[in-house]
């Protein structure tokens, strides 16, 4: 369950249906829900003022690199995290040299995971005539428990 009412710190929360099912199994829950409420739609970035699209390639991104319960349920609030993550730069050249991609930029947001604070890495990718588009999110721990668990 998330909650990002008010605040520029979403609060992310494995609910007790979650906690039942096995990592495995939460996956595929989350794998529908990306699918079903972000993939083929556009989000405008405050902070660059850019559109970034979700894409097929984002879904298979995810479903490759979201090994944890918490990279997991972090999708929920993919659209916030893209609407609201700051921009640091400068761009960054891919490092295989595809003469399809121009650049990633990174954009960095803070959310609070299971009451655990994360700093969230969205990697995006700009194609060759394209727009911008969400390739995958890491997490960096930022801190120690926050909330009562």
Not at 44 to 51: A, P, S, T
Not at 56 to 75: A, G, N
Not at 77 to 101: H, M
């Amino acid at each position: 369950m998330a909650d990002i009412s008010g605040s520029q710190t979403p609060e992310i929360w494995e609910t007790e249906e979650d906690k039942k099912l096995s990592t495995f199994d939460l996956k595929t829950k989350y794998k529908i829900y990306l699918q079903t409420h972000f993939q083929g739609k556009q989000y405008f970035n405050k902070d660059m003022e850019l559109w970034i699209s979700v894409s097929s390639d984002c879904v298979r991104q995810w479903v490759k690199k979201s090994r944890t319960r918490e990279k997991i349920i972090l999708i929920q609030v993919l659209d916030f995290l893209l609407e609201n993550g700051k921009y640091e730069g400068p761009p960054i050249p891919d490092r295989k040299n595809r003469a399809e991609i121009e650049h990633y930029k990174h954009f960095h947001q803070s959310v609070n995971i299971n009451g655990l604070e994360y700093n969230v890495i969205l990697k995006v990718v700009k194609p060759v005539n394209q727009p911008h588009k969400i390739y995958y999110y890491s997490l960096e721990s930022t801190s120690n428990l926050r909330f009562g668990a």
